[in-house]
């Protein structure tokens, strides 16, 4: 399955929860001001985000600072 319109009803409401339940989560353990989902597919033939938290200031992480 390589587009989101091949998603049927049940994986469509699966994606709704996870979304629900990971959310909160990323926000409880790295407090993001903003998150965006991609759906970025070149070359992995199935459907799949990445998930990018997004911060006005620079942030540490493991001992490195990362900027936004």
Do not use: Q
Request: glycine share 4%; net charge negative.
């Amino acid at each position: 399955m390589c587009a989101i319109s091949e998603l049927g009803p049940e994986e469509m409401s699966e994606l709704f929860i996870v979304a629900r339940d990971i959310e909160p989560t990323l926000k409880k353990a790295f407090g993001y001001e903003k998150i965006n989902w991609m759906m970025v597919m070149m070359t992995d033939p199935h459907v799949h985000f990445h998930i990018y938290l997004r911060y006005s200031v620079s942030k540490k992480f493991a001992g490195v600072e990362w900027l936004d």
